[in-house]
C-alpha cells in the first residue's frame, strides 16, 4: 500500500466536534502536506458547537467565524457526520478501524460545582443551561427558569456571567432582532427581574470579564450598572497588581467601573450590580431559593495569582433565582482516558496520554485539550499545535482497517441512524434562515432534533 498521506491513500482522520476547536484542526489537515480526509462527527445534527449554541445572541459579529467554517467545509475531502453519538452510537474501537488517527475536539459542556449547601436547590441552575436555553440547544429547550423573581444572582465574573445578566437586563426591544429561541424571548418578555447581581469572589483588579463586555453594559436601554464607589478603594495587594505595567486588562477595564460608580441614580427598570469580595458560602430557601449567603473576602497571597480569602463576615441577599457561572468543565467519552480533577483529556502537546505514554493515533484539541480558556481564535493555534503532532507521528501510525467511509456510512443507517450530511446541515440552515424571516431575525433555530430530522426526510 503506499504511504499514508498520499493521494492514492490518504490519512483518514475523524475529528470528534464540530465546534472551532474541530474546524480549525480539518483546516490545518487540509492546509498540510498530506492529502486527507476528514470526517467530523457531532451528536447533533447541526455543526459549530459553542459558536451557534453558546455565543450570545446579541453578539452577532462573533458568529461570523462560521463562514470560515463553512470554507473549510467546502473542502473536498470533508464531511460531517452530524446525529451520531461518539461512544454511544459508535464506539471508540469502531472509529480506530475506520480512521487512522481519531481527534477529540468535542468542547467542554458541563460546569465546574461550587460544592455548598443549596446548590441544587430548584431556581439555581448553571450558567450553561441558561445559555443553552436562550440559544434553542435542543437539550435544554424544555427548561423552566422562574423569571417571576425580582432578584438575579449570578456567582462568578468571566464573560460568560457577563453574558447571562446581558441578557437578563436586556429589554425585548434589544433581543427580538437576534438569533435567540423564540421560547426564551416569550419568556424574557415576562420577566419581573429588576435587580441582577453579579457576584466576584475577588477584586476589580482581578475581574475576568472583558472590556468590551464591560463597556455594552453601560450601554443598555433600561439597566444601570452599579458600582459601589468604596469597591474601587483598592487594598495593597490589588493596587500593585493593577500597577503592574503588564496588566492591560484591569487598566482598561477599571475606568469603565469607575464610571459606573459616579453615575446618578436614574428610574431605568433593571439594576445590573457588581458586587465584589464576596462568595456564595450557601444557597438558602424553603424547597426552592429564596436567598444566597455570602461571605465577604479579602485578597491575599502570591502577587502573581491572588486569592480571596473568606473574612467570617457574612450577609444574606434575598433572590429567588442563581446561576453559577464559575466555568466550563469537559465530560468524558466511554473508552478516551480523562482527567476528572481538571475535566480534560490528559495528553502532551495534543497526544492523548495514558499514564505518560501517548496513545498512538489519538490526539485532543481545544476547551477538551486545555480547560476551558480563551476566545474562538486561541483555538485556532491550539488546534493547529494538535495537528503539527498528528502529521509528525503519520508515518509511524498505523493504518487502519476499513478504508471507505461510505460503507461505514451505510452500516450506520442500517443500524437505524440518520447521519446528517453538510448538505443536510445547509438544508436546515435555509429553513432556519426562512423561519427568522417574518420577525426580523437573522434566524428561528430548530430547537429539537426531531424537528431536523423531520425537516430532512420531508424535502429529500
Ligand atoms: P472564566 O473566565 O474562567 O470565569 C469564571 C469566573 O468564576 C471567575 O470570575 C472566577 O473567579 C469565578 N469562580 C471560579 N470558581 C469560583 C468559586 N468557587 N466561587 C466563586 N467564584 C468562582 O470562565 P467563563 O466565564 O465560563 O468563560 C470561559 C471562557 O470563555 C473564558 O476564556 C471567556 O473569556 C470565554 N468567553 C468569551 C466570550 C466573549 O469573548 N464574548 C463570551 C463568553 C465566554 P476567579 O477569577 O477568582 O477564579
Redesign the pocket.
Known sequence: MSTLGSSENPLRVAIVGSGPSGFYAADALFKSDACVHVDMFDRLPSPYGLVRL???PD?AK?KNSIRVYEKIAAHENYAFWGNVTVGRDVTLVELQRHYDAVLFASGAETD?R??IPGEDFPGSHT?TEFVAWYNGHPDYCDHEFDLSVKAAVI?????????VCRILAKTVDELKHTDIAQHALDALAESQVEDIYM????GPV?????Q??AKEMGKLDSCDPIVDPSDLELDPLSQAEYDDPDNQSARRIFPILQEFSQRPASNSQRRLHFEFLK??VEICGNGKVESIRIEKNRIEGDPKRL??RGTGETLDLEAGLVFR????RGAPIPGVPFRDDWGVIPNEDGRITDGDKPIPGLYVAGWIKRG?????G?NKPDSQATVAALLADAAALKPCELRDSESFRTELKDRGLRVVSFADWKRIDAAEVERGKPAGKPREKFVRVDEMLSLLDSSS
Open positions: 453558546g455565543v450570545a453578539h462573533i465546574r461550587l460544592g450558567a456567582i462568578g465574573q468571566g464573560n460568560v456571567a457577563m453574558d457576584i466576584g469572589r475577588r482581578q475581574a475576568k470579564f472583558s468590551q463586555e462568595s456564595p486569592q480571596a457561572s464559575v466555568g466550563y476551558p480558556t480563551g476566545v474562538i486561541t
